[in-house]
């Protein structure tokens, strides 16, 4: 891939080829070419608020004893249960925080403007809010997914850091024909990531923190692995983007995810590419499921 900035058709025209035709949701037609908008807050109906409200509530239940400690103490402070939030006060509170903010997009956007967001510690959030249809699943990211998954943890300075890393590293990738595999890694850390500690296995993966099911699902013994992360090993593992995930990787703090991701990855890449990639539900010789006898 070649680190040309697309235009928005041909933005537009990729996504709908890879999602069977289905058209993104979001109005692009007022974004700058960061593809930042304005969030518009007063615009939210009672109706979204109320479907923001449900949702928060049903993850809160679900949060104690699953997700990891750093989440579950900046989820508390941003106050974010009465409704969908407004991006410029929680950017307030972020900024002081880890010198993060949250801009506004109308939903996914090209991988360029996203890696560049985070290399600025920019951390993009779609605006609009799913139907009640999707209470339960939603294919593309909404605000609800992006907002309470990921927003919490930019206030943990080591994972803050890390972020920008991986945006630096995506730029990055984009000309070492890297972004396949960089795109596991942020899928099995970043969306769907357990993290050790004293107590057991928890949750620090924004997709899993937004999800109902999975959240109780990926802690169990269940056919899915939990195994060690290994950052070139991740890199080799395929991930099912309609079911529950069949690996989860698991890393002992966020200091390791942000050292064992610091190497120059170039030689990673150019191994990568002479073999094959590992079915999502591989166990190789030696790896042992975390949870296996439990
Ligand atoms: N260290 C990686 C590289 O050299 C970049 C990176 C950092 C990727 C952090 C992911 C997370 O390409
Ligand atoms: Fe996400």
């Known amino acids: 891939m070649d680190t040309a900035v697309v235009s ?17 949701r979001g109005d692009y037609s007022a974004a700058d070419a960061q593809y930042v908008v304005k969030q518009n807050w007063a615009a939210y109906t009672e109706e979204e608020h109320a479907l923001w ?8 239940a679900l949060v104690p004893g699953r997700a990891c400690d750093e989440f579950i103490t900046a989820l508390a402070a941003l106050k974010a249960s009465d409704g969908i939030p ?58 609800f997914h992006d907002y309470f998954g990921h927003v919490p943890l930019l206030f943990d300075p080591v994972f803050a850091d890390h972020m920008q890393e991986y945006g630096k590293g995506g730029l990055k990738a984009m000309k070492l024909g890297g972004l396949d595999y ?14 050790e500690s004293p107590q057991g296995l928890r949750v620090y993966g924004a ?22 992360l290994n950052v070139e090993r991740c890199m080799r593992t395929l991930y099912k983007i309609d079911s529950y995930q069949e690996t989860y990787f698991v890393i002992r703090d ?6 064992d991701t ?19 539900n591989t166990l190789l010789p030696g790896e042992r499921d975390l949870l296996a006898g439990s």
């Open 8 to 24: 928005n058709e041909e933005f537009l025209a990729t996504v709908a080829e890879k999602s069977d035709g289905a058209a993104l």
């Open 53 to 60: 409200r449900r949702l928060y509530k049903r993850q809160e």
């Open 86 to 143: 407004d991006f410029e006060k929680t950017s307030e509170a972020l900024e002081k925080a880890t010198g993060w903010r949250i801009v506004a997009v109308p939903g996914l956007i090209p991988e360029q403007a996203f890696f560049n967001h985070l290399a600025n510690r920019r951390f993009p959030v779609t605006v609009w809010l799913r139907t009640p249809a999707e209470f339960d699943y939603i294919v593309e990211p909404d605000v």
């Open 182 to 195: 960089l795109a596991r890694l942020y899928w099995y850390t970043v969306e769907f990531g357990l993290i």
């Open 207 to 228: 997709g899993i923190l937004s999800s109902g099911g999975e959240l109780e699902y990926c802690l169990k013994n269940t056919p899915s692995r939990h195994i060690p």
């Open 254 to 259: 966020f200091k390791q995810l942000f050292e």
């Open 262 to 280: 610091a190497p120059d990855f170039t030689p990673m890449y150019e191994r990568l590419k002479q073999v094959e990639a590992l079915p999502a």
